[in-house]
T-cell receptor, first 116, second 113 residues
């Protein structure tokens, strides 16, 4: 149980275009989903937290107009990187947490974004 | 400011021996701690967790120890297996309300056959 999928696993896009990444909880209802970003040889940095049906809460320094997060259902959250630039190239990972599970997050496999 | 620190970026251990991965934290508001295992180009996989009301939690070959006074936790893997080779992240969560996870920088464990 507690499987989280992400799609796509890898995407290459041109500078100035937008890219959407999907995160799905496959066998549980995710009341809260988190989006992380990982730079090479660094830790996972939380970008934003989203609760189903409400606006995402962004961490300090994360541009909410650039990284659009939608958590429309209990099993799906999307991250859209708008007007992507090469510095947005990174490994993006989502995680999901079910109701009543205060701490444990289950992670998706991640999406490697490369902006050329 | 890195609130969760893993000072050893890498660790090599012979198969069958014990692997000890260490983690330190600075925020006394953290009250729940987790260890995740991560393979390259994959998301982290939950391994084991411990609440601040305990000092030890065991699950098979994995044991996590918590020393609150020292703000230190460790993950013991015994016996170590080649399949354990991965990057291990410790994570901490503050008391109820925030529920965000703060991750350490990871330790790459290599188990040598």
């Amino acid at each position: 149980g507690a499987v989280v999928s992400q799609h796509p696993s890898r995407v290459i896009c041109k500078s100035g275009t937008s890219v959407k990444i999907e995160c799905r909880s496959l066998d549980f209802q995710a009341t809260t989903m988190f989006w992380y970003r990982q730079f090479p040889k660094q830790s996972l940095m939380l970008m934003a937290t989203s609760n189903e049906g409400s606006k995402a809460t962004y961490e300090q320094g994360v541009e909410k107009d650039k990284f659009l997060i939608n958590h429309a259902s209990l099993t799906l959250s999307t991250l859209t990187v708008t007007s992507a630039h090469p510095e947005d190239s990174s490994f993006y990972i989502c995680s999901a947490r079910g109701a009543g599970r205060l701490y444990e997050q289950y992670f998706g496999p991640g999406t490697r974004l490369t902006v050329t | 400011d890195q609130q969760v620190k893993q000072n050893s970026p890498s660790l090599s251990v012979q198969e069958g021996r014990i692997s000890i991965l260490n983690c330190d934290y600075t925020n006394s508001m953290f009250d729940y701690f987790l260890w995740y295992k991560k393979y390259p180009a994959e998301g982290p996989t939950f391994l084991i967790s411990i609440s601040s009301i305990k000092d030890k939690n065991e699950d098979g070959r994995f044991t996590v120890f918590l020393n609150k006074s020292a703000k230190h936790l460790s993950l013991h893997i015994v016996p170590s297996q080649p399949g354990d080779s991965a990057v291990y992240f410790c994570a901490a969560s503050p008391q109820t309300g925030a529920n965000n996870l703060f991750f350490g920088t990871g330790t790459r464990l290599t188990v040598i056959p």
